[in-house]
């Protein structure tokens, strides 16, 4: 599928993805590229051989590259696994009593560290008015940029001027948008953003980032309180007792990588960056349209989430597990059927699932 105005390289996608399945599930788990496999499984055997190559240097590619994906320095990125551990982080520096504001329904992972403080004042709003109700004594906006049950994108550049306009931070978490959604300077103007990378950034399971203020801004006031060995500022000399030289950079909140991941990763993220976001972000929303057409035909009527590639159908969610047994992959999630299209998938796809399809009762 051209799209006009962006050129996917259709003949590099084929070349990495041959996958059995009509795959519309990439907001759960996106495909690896057969780069990654293949890099993943020399590794593991250079393990299993007693020659353990050095993944150390896939985790800094890796960093770099997202680095460059979200438009930020590197010295802002630290590697990790877990967006919830970083939401954590982020929760652990705000003070007793501080108000947070949240998307209603929003990703776990996203909100749930700010409750179990248990002395924050969390608030959760419609998505849609979350720019407006940032106010005068709101500490925090944090909320997902994509939402995952249904796609939905929050309007950044209101939110942003919001946060600004009542000197609120803002906590972004990127896992349902970096690698389709053109971030521009939204994540370098966010005081805090996370993603993990095993969505639409197509790494493997344990791959996640996390990005702070530069060190001359005190890193936002978060504190490295999961620091370990890795988070030296050297490294190899930090193995024993307190770490003498925390990094400098946001490496002072790496967890210790989970290195074949990793290895996975930095190939991975290199493919995002060869096909670029700005075709990849026109693919699957187009695809997304026309599957958001054919579902009109049927008389179905989706939950409204406009440029998005994640096309959410309500009361459609328990067809999940018969679409599965005819090769169809999608999600249930709250009881909408949840189809999510990447740089992978096709017209003949979004059809595929069309056809599948009941129409709605009349």
């Given at each position: ?14 070349s990495e993805f041959a ?71 982020v929760a652990a520096a ?88 053109d971030l521009g300077d ?177």
């Amino acid at each position: 599928m051209k799209i006009p105005g962006q050129r996917l390289d259709e003949t590099l996608v084929r070349s990495e993805f041959a996958p059995r399945t009509t795959y519309l599930n990439s907001a759960s788990t996106g495909l690896l590229p057969a780069r990654a496999v293949r890099a993943m499984h020399e590794a593991a055997l250079s393990v299993a051989e007693g020659r353990p190559q050095d993944m150390f240097a896939d985790v800094e590619e890796a960093r770099a590259s997202f680095a460059r994906l979200v438009g930020v320095p590197v010295s802002r990125v630290a590697a990790g696994a877990s967006v919830a551990v970083y939401s954590g982080l982020v929760a652990a520096a705000l003070p007793a009593g501080a108000e947070v504001l949240t998307a209603e329904g929003d990703f776990s992972s996203t909100v749930n560290p700010f409750h179990v403080r248990g002395d924050l004042k969390v608030r959760a709003v419609p998505l849609e008015r979350i720019a407006e109700s940032v106010r005068p004594g709101t500490a925090l906006v944090a909320v997902s940029v994509a939402q995952s049950a249904d796609g939905r994108v929050v309007d950044l550049a209101a939110l942003r001027e919001a946060a600004r306009a009542h000197g609120s931070r803002l906590y972004l978490d990127a896992s349902q948008a970096a690698g389709w959604l053109d971030l521009g300077d939204h994540v370098a103007a966010a005081d805090f953003a996370a993603a993990v990378a095993f969505k639409w950034l197509t790494c493997p399971r344990g791959v996640a980032f996390f990005v702070v203020p530069e060190e001359t801004d005190g890193f936002g006031g978060v504190r490295p309180l999961l620091a370990g060995w890795v988070a030296g500022e050297r490294p190899w000399d930090s193995c024993y007792g307190p770490v003498e030289e925390l990094a400098h950079s946001a490496r002072r909140f790496d967890e210790s990588p989970a290195l074949l991941a990793y290895t996975g990763a930095r190939h991975a993220l290199a493919l995002v960056e060869e096909l670029g976001v700005p075709a990849i972000g026109a693919h699957g929303p187009a695809l997304a349209d026309r599957f958001r057409a054919g579902l009109a035909r049927l008389g179905h009527t989706p939950v409204p989430a406009p440029g998005s590639p994640v096309v959410a159908v309500p009361g459609l969610g328990a067809r999940q597990p018969e679409l599965s047994a005819a090769g169809v992959e999608v999600s249930d999630r709250a009881g909408s059927l949840r189809a999510a299209f990447h740089f992978y998938n096709t017209e003949a796809d979004v059809d595929r699932l069309l056809d599948a399809l009941p129409p709605a009762p009349r």
